[in-house]
């Protein structure tokens, strides 16, 4: 395939363009293209990040991928629930939930099809099972589908906000009010693709209530409730109104070595059995690290 770049294109990043111009295929797979030397510009080799100028030719020879299909890893896993239709974890801090972004194994997603076998293929091969996620350095309840009716159910419980989720996080500073809500939409940072942001006018709505558990002197414990699930949501928000989760530098925070990850926790979960259709609530105690840390906190 070859294209020319027109003037309105001029300054994009090469795979962008390309992205845009190839929507059928995801940019994971077109950067791929362009590391194996299948994307020429002007004749010569090209980079991903490359700034493409007016007048450029584009030659692409595309190459299809073998399918991504996660494995079965022996691996321990906390089960706090398990009916016919779901299955409830206590992820620990620093399992990645599927693979992507440079991780292939290690996953929520290899131990849980290595302890269940068959899960639920709605969210496709790589990611069986996954309903929800939690960032990588979240801890607690964590849902996974048995069959596909199953997760149907569940995504439109989620769809419809019957499921309610609880997370305990500790925030730097005070918080002024005893109890408070954080409504403003999120979207992808510009400048640093790893972030959210909720600075910007545009994005998705989102919404997060809190109320205060206790008191340290330099500190809050908060009570988290989400009316949406976005991407870092609980962490872009509580930074958006000047109190980063402790330990989150992403969103500025400082680091907290002794911690060792940012502080918060998936607590409980509450929503409808597909199986039964009876209410499931399940919950996570506090992780023996974040409990320990909280005792070398100073009080209020």
Do not use: C
């Amino acid at each position: 395939m070859r294209f020319d770049v027109d003037p309105a294109a001029a300054g994009r990043r090469l795979d962008h363009w390309l992205h845009a111009r190839l929507p059928e295929y995801s940019r994971a797979r077109i950067q791929e293209w362009i590391k194996s030397g299948r994307v020429r510009v002007n004749g010569g080799g090209s980079r991903a990040s490359q700034t493409i100028r007016d007048g450029d030719r584009i030659e692409v020879e595309p190459a299809e991928l073998p399918p991504l299909k996660a494995t079965a890893e022996d691996i321990p896993l906390t089960v706090l629930y398990e009916d016919a239709s779901v299955v409830a974890i206590d992820k620990p801090a620093g399992m990645v939930v599927h693979a992507g972004a440079g991780v292939h194994s290690g996953t929520l997603v290899n131990a849980l099809l290595y302890r269940f076998g068959a899960l639920s293929s709605v969210a496709g091969e790589l990611r069986p099972g996954i309903v929800h996620r939690l960032d990588r350095f979240t801890s607690g309840v964590l849902l996974a589908a048995k069959t596909d009716a199953a997760h149907r159910d569940l995504a439109a419980q989620w769809a419809s906000r019957a499921v309610e989720k609880i997370y305990i996080a500790l925030v730097q500073g005070q918080i002024p009010h005893e109890t408070g809500r954080i409504e403003r939409p999120i979207s992808r940072d510009p400048t640093r693709r790893t972030r959210m942001t909720a600075r910007r006018p545009q994005g998705r709505a989102a919404w997060t209530a809190y109320r205060v558990l206790r008191r340290f002197d330099r500190f809050t414990l908060l009570e988290i409730r989400l009316g949406t699930g976005r991407t870092h949501q609980i962490r872009v928000h509580l930074s958006s109104v000047g109190h980063p989760v402790v330990g989150d530098t992403l969103y500025g925070a400082q680091s907290q070595p002794a911690l060792g990850r940012y502080f918060l926790h998936a607590q409980r979960i509450r929503f409808r059995s597909p199986a039964t259709g009876e209410v499931v609530v399940v919950e996570s105690p506090l992780p023996p690290d974040l409990e320990s840390w909280l005792t070398t906190q100073a009080p209020f």
